[in-house]
Structures are given as structure tokens and as C-alpha cells.
């Protein structure tokens, strides 16, 4: 039975309409502060806190639950003797529901150039420690964190006169869940605060279900998807606009997809499978971006997923309706476009904003994290050397950086051929880089002659170079550093084409 709630919380959705029901049912309902004015205002006869401690709120409200008529009312074992002695030798009430959420930590430290003190003041004591106590004794105190459980324990408290053990005992995981990622906010604030960067003495996180999914990557695996507690970004920010839910592959593609087609400032599209790219181009418009990355591949194009950096318009809506494609992704989509494309009622449309710079990748290992910087490192011609005796036009220039600005998005080894504007041919995830380099030179067939070969990594020997010069490789950008550079260089010497080391490396496994 609920004689007597505690409610304090900064997150005031629906609280009123929470502690009226709570009273009406005869509850009596004590609070504080700001949650005391607001139920108070509307009508509902609750009490103060001080009114249990018999101490005023204090120190800015700093101190105000932190009191042994608080915690004793909520920690009290009720059918343990010495507690129930202890409880009427000194006048404590027990506190059966507690109904608590935290100061706005995360969207304080989310302001532009927050002072630390402000982060710092915005740090919830009490109202942690109250969740604690309730949820540690929910097998007699109820302890909810989540406005959106009041409807629900209304209504079974008008059903059954109480909150059951499975239920209360629900509230009590939730409420420890809670307050970790509570804390966990605090401490990689902190960490930053420090300059700990990236990989700090221990790395924490906190997500918070978004879905269920259907399956993971096969049908026999159980999944779901997460996004980070606090402020929406990345992947966790998307926008589903129209077309069945997304699958577990889906958002391993679309996170590949979206880092891709963001290389480019121009219009540029990016059609992906298996987070690998099937065709990819720029151009002075999207529809032609789009068509061009279509035409680099159309037979692997179908059924992939569609990234574009520009609000797509019923021109490219057009071309992408005529095949099959899982998902379309763009950071907007004009009204015709979406009518165009809603027609189709399976196909996937998202919008999200520009990925952020500056995050972390994260890859789960048993026992354990790999946790690492993006592959973001500016670059300039100016770092790069060219090694052979021939030299790259300006046009070969411009499809020397077109390949290299891909390259690193596919699966290693890697090599990619293209042109100034549009990939040509792709050989990704082979266990040798002249096996890449065949697959791909394959795929471009006559178009490769004259065109540009990237490779994410060095070449272990002179083969690549020469199965390319066989093809009509008129330029190779590499990282260089192969203790048998001298090899690739005499072969692309011998073949007049240009080759470019950047001292960089692009490994992506």
C-alpha cells in the first residue's frame, strides 16, 4: 500500500496531472522546491519536505533531502522489527514511492561554452542518492525516473491499491541504469575538462535503445539499435522519413555510406554495399552526380543504399525510382521528391545532418574495446612526392585526389580506379593487394585506360603496378614506404606512368 510519495523532479512533464491522481487516490505527496510551487499552484495539497526533517532547504538547496527522516522513511526494511522500532522511536514516515529526476547536466554542459562552475552546479546530489536508496529497497519503495511510467502506475495503484514486486522491481533496474549514465556524463565531462582526449584512463558510455530489430546480420542473431544518452548526433540523430524499418546491414551501410559522401563539397553521391562502394562521383549537379555513380556500377547498384550531400529534388527522386534500392539517405528532401519516392512503399528515406568531426570509433572485441581517432587527417598536395619520372597532368591531379579521398572508405586491401568525377571499378577486402587490383581493373575494363589507381596502402612488390600498367593506368597514388618501393617505381617508370606517394597510410579493416 502508497500512504506517502516523495516527488522531485526538474523534468516536470506531466507531474501535476501525476500528483493530483496520487492524491486523489489518497496518497499524501510531499516535494520540493520548484516541483513543490508547481503541484502546489495547481491545486494539490502536498507538503515540504521540511515538514518531515524539520530543517529548512539550504545552501541554494543543496541541502534539503539529505536527511535521516528522508532516507530512513525510504531505506526502512518493513517487516524487519529493529527498523519499524527504529521508525516509530523517531517519528520517521515511511516513504513507499519516490518519483525523482536529475538537474539538466547533460543539456547544461550541451550550451555553447559552458563555465565550469555552471556544469559543476548543475551536478544532482540528492536526487541521486534518493534513487539509490529507493531502488536498493524496491521490494517495499517504488522509485520512478520516467514520466512516461506515471499513466501506468496510476492505473495499476487504482487497480490493485499497490505497485506489484515484478513491477517495482523494473523501476529499481531502470533507476540504477539512470543514474550510471548520469554519472557517466559527469565523468567523461571531467575527462575532458582534463585533456584526457580520446582514450582516457577509462573509457565509459552510456546508450539508450532506440528499436529493437528484426535480426542482426543474419536471421538467427538477435539485435538492436542504441544512440547515445544525451545529445542526438551521428547515426543516432537520422530521421526515418518513409519506408519499412531499417535492418541491422542498413546501419552498418548507411554509417559507411554517410562518411563517404561527405568527403566531397560539391554535389556528390555515393551508392553503397557492404559498407563498401559500388560507384561514387561528384558533379555540378545532383541528379548527374547520382546518374554517374548509378552508370559506374548499375548491376552491383541494385538493392544498395544511396548517400547524397545535397536536398535531393524530384530530377534526382526520378533516377532513383526507376530500381530497387534499400535506402536513400540526403541531409533533406524537397516535397516533390518525397511524393515521388513515397510511392514506393518499402524503400527507406532518411534525413540526417552532416556527420561531426573530431569523433571516436569504437569496435567491441571479447573482454574488451578498441577505441581510436577518426581517419580524418588533413592532407595537402604539398606533403605528397611524386617519385616516378613522369608527372601528373592537372587532370590526372584531379582524379589522383577524387581516388584518394575513396579509397580509404573501402575495405582494405583496397584499390580503387577512377576518373576526374566518377569511380570506375573497386576491389576491396582481398588477402592480397595485386588480388584488389585485378578485381578492380576487371570492373573498369577499357575504361581504365588513361584513368587513376588508388591503393590504401603500399604495395609489397612491383605486380600491382605492372597488372596496371597492362590495363592503361596512366597514374597510381599510394602511401609509399614498402621496402620494395624501388620495384613499383622502375615498373611504373618502365610504363610512363605517374606515381604519387602521400606518406600516409589508410588501412580500413
Known amino acids: 500500500m502508497i500512504k506517502n510519495a516523495l516527488i522531485s523532479v526538474s523534468d516536470k512533464t506531466g507531474v501535476v496531472e501525476f500528483a493530483k491522481q496520487l492524491a486523489d487516490l489518497g496518497v499524501t505527496v510531499y516535494s520540493t ?57 523517531h517519528n520517521i514516515q515511511p516513504i513507499d514511492l519516490v518519483v525523482v529526476n536529475l538537474y539538466p547536466f547533460r543539456e547544461t554542459i550541451a550550451k555553447p ?68 549514465a548520469y554519472d557517466t556524463a559527469i565523468a567523461n565531462f571531467l575527462s575532458k575538462q582534463m585533456g584526457e582526449g580520446p582514450t582516457p584512463p577509462e573509457y565509459l558510455s552510456a546508450y539508450e535503445k532506440v528499436s529493437d530489430l528484426r535480426y542482426g546480420e543474419n536471421s538467427h542473431q538477435r539485435a538492436a539499435f542504441y544512440k547515445e544518452i544525451g545529445t542526438a548526433h551521428g547515426m543516432g540523430a537520422l530521421k526515418q522519413l518513409h519506408g519499412k524499418e531499417l535492418s541491422y546491414n542498413n546501419i552498418v551501410d548507411m554509417e559507411a555510406a554517410w562518411n563517404m559522401v ?49 536536398e535531393v529534388d524530384a530530377a534526382t527522386a526520378e533516377e532513383m525510382s526507376k530500381i530497387f534500392l534499400e535506402c536513400i539517405m540526403a541531409p533533406a528532401f524537397t516535397q516533390e521528391a518525397l511524393d515521388i519516392l513515397s510511392a514506393k512503399k518499402n524503400i527507406r528515406l532518411v534525413e540526417l545532418a552532416r556527420p561531426e568531426p573530431g569523433q571516436v ?40 585526389h577524387f581516388a584518394w579521398k575513396l579509397v580509404k572508405h573501402v575495405k582494405s586491401n583496397a584499390i580503387l580506379i577512377s576518373n576526374e568525377k566518377r569511380t570506375l571499378g573497386v576491389g576491396a577486402g582481398q588477402m592480397n593487394r595485386v588480388g ?43 602511401p609509399g614506404g614498402s621496402i620494395r618501393d624501388e620495384e613499383s617505381i622502375k615498373a611504373a617508370d618502365e610504363a610512363g606512368i605517374a606515381m604519387v606517394f602521400t606518406h600516409i597510410r589508410h588501412f580500413k579493416h
Open 33 to 89: 522546491g520548484g516541483t513543490l510551487k508547481a503541484i502546489t499552484h495547481a491545486g494539490v495539497a502536498a507538503k515540504a519536505v521540511d515538514s518531515l526533517t524539520g530543517f529548512p532547504e539550504m545552501m541554494d538547496g543543496r541541502v534539503k533531502t539529505l536527511h535521516p527522516m528522508v532516507h530512513g522513511g525510504i531505506l526502512a526494511v518493513r517487516d524487519n522489527p529493529e527498523h519499524v522500532k527504529a521508525m516509530v522511536e
Open 113 to 180: 561554452n559552458v563555465a565550469l562552475e555552471d556544469a559543476i552546479e548543475n551536478i544532482d546530489i540528492g536526487g541521486p542518492t534518493m534513487v539509490r536508496s529507493a531502488a536498493k529497497n524496491h521490494a517495499y519503495v517504488g522509485i520512478v525516473v520516467n514520466p512516461n511510467h506515471y499513466d501506468e502506475i496510476i492505473a495499476m495503484l487504482a487497480d490493485k491499491g499497490e505497485l506489484t514486486k515484478e513491477y517495482k522491481f523494473m523501476l529499481a533496474k531502470e533507476a540504477f541504469a539512470h543514474t550510471a
Open 262 to 310: 561527405w568527403e566531397f563539397e560539391e554535389p556528390a553521391a555515393c551508392i553503397i554495399k557492404h559498407t563498401n562502394p559500388c560507384g561514387a562521383a561528384t558533379a555540378d549537379t545532383l541528379h548527374d552526380a547520382y546518374v554517374n555513380a548509378y552508370e559506374a556500377d548499375s548491376v552491383s547498384a541494385f538493392g544498395g543504399i544511396v548517400s547524397l550531400n545535397r
Open 361 to 400: 570509433m569504437v569496435k567491441k572485441v571479447s573482454g574488451g574495446l578498441l577505441v581510436q581517432t577518426e581517419d580524418d587527417i588533413a592532407e595537402s598536395q604539398a606533403e605528397y612526392t611524386v617519385v616516378t619520372k613522369a608527372q601528373p597532368t592537372p587532370e590526372q591531379w584531379t582524379a589522383l
Open 436 to 478: 584488389s587490383a585485378k578485381i578492380a581493373l576487371e570492373q573498369a575494363g577499357d575504361a581504365a585506360k588513361g584513368a587513376v589507381l588508388a591503393s590504401d596502402a603500399f604495395f609489397p612488390f612491383g605486380d600491382t603496378v605492372e597488372t596496371a600498367a597492362q590495363h592503361g593506368i596512366a597514374a597510381i597514388i599510394q
